[in-house]
């Protein structure tokens, strides 16, 4: 079975741009959930989605948004991008059971957004 | 509010040493711990995890203990490999299972 796939693999824009990311959970997984990972740090949380509702949403600003589709993939999009929004995009996917303490994540490879 | 610190790297061992990376948290209620677990030039892999005190979590050798006590969950291995040199993160589920905290990362060193 194929992993979590995020398209494209890497990205590069300037300032004031805006960029959509896209992902594929695995197949059967309704939750999906986005981080920002700056280099040296750890992931940091931006949204959750399941069965196209918002479930989650970490501190970042309304310029981050996503959505989630019927077939479960999803879109995350930053508009007005800053330098600071330079970053591993990661996706993760999990069958997103409510309230299930053993719901596991599954990240895929991300994508490296560099905003010049 | 929620976050996880976890010691900072690098670790650098010999092989066969035993490891020790700490990690602890702070929580609203009862949150569910993980170890993730990044090789070079790949995602980020499930190592183990913990969904509630004194469980403990293990996989590939790794061990880790959820401690409600001393709030930690700290991973540790007997006996580390070269292969095992990767960057270590420590996770926390919130108790209402819809936000995720990492902490920094530990990155691991291991030396034949």
């Given amino acids: ?116 | 509010g929620n976050s996880v610190t976890q010691m900072e790297g690098p670790v650098t061992l010999s092989e066969e040493a035993f490891l020790t990376i700490n990690c602890t948290y702070t929580a609203t209620g009862y949150p569910s711990l993980f170890w993730y677990v990044q090789y070079p030039g790949e995602g980020l892999q499930l190592l183990l995890k913990a969904t509630k005190a004194d469980d403990k979590g293990s996989n590939k050798g790794f061990e880790a203990t959820y401690r409600k006590e001393t709030t930690s969950f700290h991973l540790e291995k007997g006996s580390v490999q070269v292969s095992d040199s990767a960057v270590y993160f420590c996770a926390l589920r919130s108790y209402n299972f819809n936000k995720f905290y990492f902490g920094s990362g530990t990155k691991l060193n291991v030396k034949p």
């Fill in chain 1, 1 to 116: 079975d194929a992993g979590v796939t995020q398209s494209p693999t890497h990205l590069i824009k300037t300032r004031g741009q805006q960029v959509t990311l896209r992902c594929s959970p695995i197949s059967g997984h309704k939750s999906v959930s986005w981080y920002q990972q700056v280099l040296g740090q750890g992931p940091q949380f931006i949204f959750q989605y399941y069965e196209k509702e918002e479930r989650g949403r970490g501190n970042f600003p309304d310029r981050f948004s996503a959505r989630q589709f019927p077939n479960y993939s999803s879109e995350l999009n930053v508009n007005a991008l800053l330098l600071g929004d330079s970053a591993l995009y990661l996706c993760a996917s999990s069958l997103g059971q409510e309230r299930l303490a053993t719901d596991t994540q599954y990240f895929g490879p991300g994508t490296r957004l560099t905003v010049l």
